[in-house]
């Protein structure tokens, strides 16, 4: 519906391993921004890529890293996982970097288990 | 303190009744404000913005109290497929979505 996908769907890792989530934006959409959403929690901000480069990051540590490439497709690296990582992921890509005037329109998400 | 605050709910309501969510944000900065819905184990998507004038989209109001930094959406004639959770969004840091944790619905017959 948004034409932002996901992949995988849903992932179980154990706990050290390293993980990668993929996403594909809308075509013409330079910006993607990650979160974390926790159960019963809203989404928490992990970073933002804009035309390929790092454009503000959330309060994560260093193992979360993210790739954005020129065909509208974006990679979100875990490493080290941790029990506590166990979350939805979700994509949301925009138009530009300016989040308060630009719509984000999520991905349908990647649940990660880690056990 | 939280940057939005929401009260979780859940909010069990009858169909057709008429229901209304707070939230609440800590920057006074802040420049956009948003409400979200998300149903059970899926994307988060944009119900409406939410302006100082405040702004009516059918069913739903939302209005945005600069001066006490809050924020409310109201559902009337609340339906079935209402139920879901209503996130309260703010920007911040000018590139950043601040969610707050929701609040549940659930409409029942």
């Known amino acids: 519906e948004t034409g932002v996908t996901q992949s995988p769907t849903h992932l179980i890792k154990t706990r050290g391993q390293q993980v990668t989530l993929r996403c594909s934006s809308q075509?013409?959409?330079?910006?993607v921004s990650w979160y974390q959403q926790a159960l019963g929690q809203g989404p928490q901000f992990i970073f933002q890529?804009?035309?390929?480069?790092?454009?503000g990051r959330g309060n994560f540590p260093p193992r979360f890293s993210g790739l954005q490439f020129p065909n509208y497709s974006s990679e979100l690296n875990v490493n080290a996982l941790e029990l506590d990582d166990s979350a939805l992921y979700l994509c949301?890509?925009?138009?530009?970097?300016?989040?308060?005037?630009?719509?984000?329109?999520f991905g349908p998400g990647t649940r990660l288990t880690v056990l | 303190r939280k940057e939005v605050e929401q009260d979780p709910g859940p909010f069990n309501v009858p169909e057709g009744a008429t229901v209304a969510f707070n939230c609440t944000y800590s920057?006074?900065?802040?420049?956009?404000f948003l409400w979200y819905r998300q149903d059970c184990r899926k994307e988060p998507k944009l119900l409406m913005s939410?302006?100082?004038s405040g702004n009516e989209d059918g069913r739903f109001t939302a209005q945005l109290n600069r001066a006490s930094q809050y924020i409310s959406l109201l559902i009337r004639d609340s339906k079935l497929s209402d139920s879901a959770t209503y996130l309260c969004?703010?920007?911040?840091?000018?590139?950043?979505?601040?969610f707050g944790a929701g609040t549940i619905l659930r409409v029942k017959s």
């Open positions: 949301a890509s925009s138009l530009s970097g300016r989040a308060g005037t630009d719509t984000q329109y």
């Open positions: 075509s013409g959409h330079n910006t």
């Open positions: 890529y804009y035309r390929e480069e790092e454009n």
């Open positions: 920057n006074s900065a802040s420049q956009s």
């Open positions: 939410v302006y100082s």
């Open positions: 969004v703010v920007n911040g840091n000018g590139n950043k979505l601040v």
